[in-house]
């Protein structure tokens, strides 16, 4: 116990240190209590691609009692693809209030089938309810929420039961819900990885055992877009929405508006294959623009393993930038929005580039010290499998870049808690606060490993601002909403999301910290149906709601 | 006349094959316009005194062939066969016009020509079939790769030249699966020639194949225990496949047998650069430079190296353009120069005469686009920007029309 003391005693000199070092308010973790589960990869000897990329999870409020839920996917059995017992079955849990969790998953119906990857959320049908697609290995599930506490499976009614004509049935990684037509329903994007079958899973090693492959030897495949029509049906239009024609291995995406014309875009990484930005051009069409923009490719010319990807405005200039994280020795992208001219990558030059000690999957763009400026978290674990001589390699630390402004950023991992020198084989985060104590937290998965909650401990006594935004004649959650906040000192940006990372969905609450300002003097919000709204005086340090007017 | 002409066929062919294997110093391109004007001028006279002469018209629809002016060489090739029906050279070069178009109904009709006149033609048919790579002609280009694979039981061993050579059309046409069975037909037909492993090794290798690329380089090890060139190959190979442990293995057993050799130091140059060890990576590599100061690839990667170190732009930037006067036409080196001043100096205009002549050199060079467009943007050259990004898609068309099956 003294021990412990010792090392809590320790973390807390090195997060002083590492203000005096970086002048920020230190950013502190630790491991909070979480849910019984561990992600499950049907582990065995021969290795199947999909083992390497479960986890999943969600942090959203499904029974609207204010408090965010817990949602995680998980895998099954090898190579049959088929959930044969409890320990392989999708959890939802409930958040007590009081920093413990239900495991509600019977009464919801929410068990699942298959071997699930990711996980989105959003309210499709626009009842008030939080709704969940869940992106697998050749079947994906769209939830409706009942709003009684149950979930019902419409994944055939809504017409999402759509193999494609040429690849057949494709393996869905991640999804985002985006209203790219504005039309006030929310539409769905899904990322799909490569043609994979068991059958013809080709068997590579790794110091001399088997392990996986490397992703150049399968084939690509394009990304779906279903259109929602508003009668709880969608109508795939992959091909006539242009998004068809540009084959990837998709691993994230993250829905914003690169151009600040009030139209979604799409950012989607690719493993081993440029990346691709679908500009919208609001005529129901996307335009792929990632080289015309600078972000199919890192600054040294290479297609990296991209892997998740959070898209926010890290130096308050209006415009998103993207954060994308990568393999070991790849760098985690980090390109700053230019506006017209493009995207110029600032890995390097801000700081971010000690990213290249890891593998990074999921990620957010948060303000975890409530300081004004969003910082970087990234969950890392290396993709192959954690045995003979790998097995001390593979588990991975992961890493926080804390935003010291001016487009700069520092390493403050080892300064952010204990729980951050933990290693494990990461895959999914979720962002959210999760106690509505203004620090924004994070849900962590891990292969064959237990959930983790890392609770945000930071100590600043900074404000903040967490907005729920409830759209009218927008989609009811809000989502593409763009936020502009103004404080005495300060001017930032947001957007309503909850694509966030790799296959993982996020607080559907705007975050803001505000640093040592308590009062907001001017709330803007740019609604997706081109409703603007603003609120003046806005006091700081609560969940605040707003109804699109 | 016939037999002239296909005997020059392929004599063109596999000198313009040489220049895959050895890196040339760069001719003159400005004589060589002269003379080729020259010629031109002489054949139109001869044309003008007779319209059949049918040397003139094969030497000037070649030359179009050469210039890439498809529409101006095919009238000629047509008027030649309309004289000489018989010769399967002349149809060759109807169907290179034929691909050069999009022509498949002309390039099936010239298929069929050279095939009933010359079947069992090796340099022929692995000639149109390497015109036909990658043209997004599928059916013609299916059926003239398998007669020229059906050719190799009943070649000697210089047939091998051909398939090498029609494997790295293939490879180029990013067809790995039909280049790898060209390459194996080249070591089956000459196992005694390095080369015909290495190239299938790399293919494998770059295709996530690392199994299958060792294996072929253990049997080239096996086959020249004593070769230095073929252990540094085998290195190579697995540093290509992601295992620089591996390929220090190989670097070591090549070491072992020639220790000062360039070619092994420049191997574990590239295993250092791979491992991040960059200063170890450039001392290697700056003695493989003193050694061979004449190696293009070595300044590449010394150049590479020094790249990656804070204080190392100069020195980089020395390294690339020296292996550029050796070796003019390294894409990658273009580049990577062009990287240099746009990342580290800004400097967008020299920036973009280097990314310039890298796209020109490897259209297919995906990320040197992505870099001259934004260098146009910083240097608020819109419309340049607008041009490259509209030739960018025109190659990305052309590349959708060839994978896309008709």
Known sequence: MRGLQLVRALVLGLGLLATLTTGVDPIQFEDGPAPRFVTRTGRTTRKYLPQTMAGGVAVFDYNNDGLLDIYV???A???????????????????????TFTDVTDTAGLAGQGFNIGVAIGDYDNDGFEDIFVAGVHRNTLYHNNGDGTFTDVTERAGLVRPDPQYGKLWAVGATWVDYDRDGLLDLFVVN???????????????????????????????????????GTFTDVSAVSGIRRSIGKGMAVAAADFEGDGWPDLFVSNDTLPNSLFLNQRNGTFKEAAIEKGVAFTENGAAISGMGVDARDIDNDSLPDIFETALLNETMPLFRNLGQ????????????????AKTGWSNGIYDFNNDGRKDLFAACGHVMDAQGSLHATVPQTNIIFANLGKEQFADVSTSAGVA????????????????????????????????????????APNHWLLIRTIGTKSNRDGIGTRIRLVTEDSVQYNAVSTSVGYASSSDLRVHFGLG???????LELFWPSGTYQVLKNVKADQVLTVREP | MKLQLALALAVSWLSSADSYSQSQPARSAQNEQTAQEVTKQRLLQVLEQDPNDKKALFEMGRLMVEEGDFVSAAPLFRKYVGLSPAEPGAWAYLLRCAVGQHDAREAADAQRQIERLAPTNLALHAQAACWLAGYGIPEVTGHEFELAMSLAPSQTRSGALWYSRLGQCYESAQDPNRAARAFQAAIDLDPDTETHYFRLAHLLAREGKAGPASE?????????????????????????????????????????????????????????????????????????????PADAGIHFYAGQ??????????????????????????????YWLGSLYFHRDHDYRVAVQYLEQAVDRAPELEAAHQMLIQAYKRLGEDAKAAAQLRRYEEIVQQRAKVETPE
């Open chain 1, 77 to 99: 059995t090898m190579p049959a693809l088929l959930k044969d017992g409890a320990q392989y079955s999708d959890r939802l849990f409930r958040n007590n209030g009081d920093g």
């Open chain 2, 305 to 334: 190296a020094w790249m990656k170190t804070e204080q190392g732009t100069e020195k980089a930037i020395e390294h690339f353009k020296r292996s550029l006067e050796l070796d003019a036409n390294r894409a990658s080196t273009y």
């Open chain 1, 73 to 75: 996917v998980n895998g």
């Open chain 1, 420 to 459: 951050l020198a933990r290693r494990g084989v990461h895959r999914g985060a979720a962002f959210g606060d999760l106690d509505n104590d203004g620090r924004v937290d994070v849900v962590l998965t891990e292969l064959d490993g237990p959930l983790r909650i890392l609770r945000n401990v930071s100590l």
């Open chain 1, 516 to 522: 040592r300002r308590a009062l907001v003097q001017e």
């Open chain 1, 193 to 231: 990885y490569v043609q994979w079958d068991a059958k013809t899973e080709p068997v590579c090693e790794k110091g001399g055992l088997p392990d996986y492959c490397y992703p150049r030897a399968y084939t690509g495949v394009p990304n779906s877009v279903f259109h929602n029509n508003g009668d």
């Open chain 1, 341 to 356: 001219v493009g995207f110029e990558e600032i890995t390097f030059s801000s700081g971010a580039h000690a990213s290249l």
């Open chain 2, 216 to 292: 072929i380089m253990a049997s080239a090890v096996a086959h020249f225990p004593r070769s230095v060139t073929t252990r540094v190959e085998a290195g190579s190979i697995e540093l290509e496949s992601g295992n620089p442990e591996r390929a220090l293995e190989k670097q070591q057993q090549a070491a072992s047998l020639h220790p000062k050799s360039p070619g092994v130091l420049l191997l574990l140059g590239r295993i250092r650069l791979t491992q991040r060890r960059y200063p170890e990576a450039i001392a290697t590599l700056e003695q493989a430079a003193k050694l061979a």
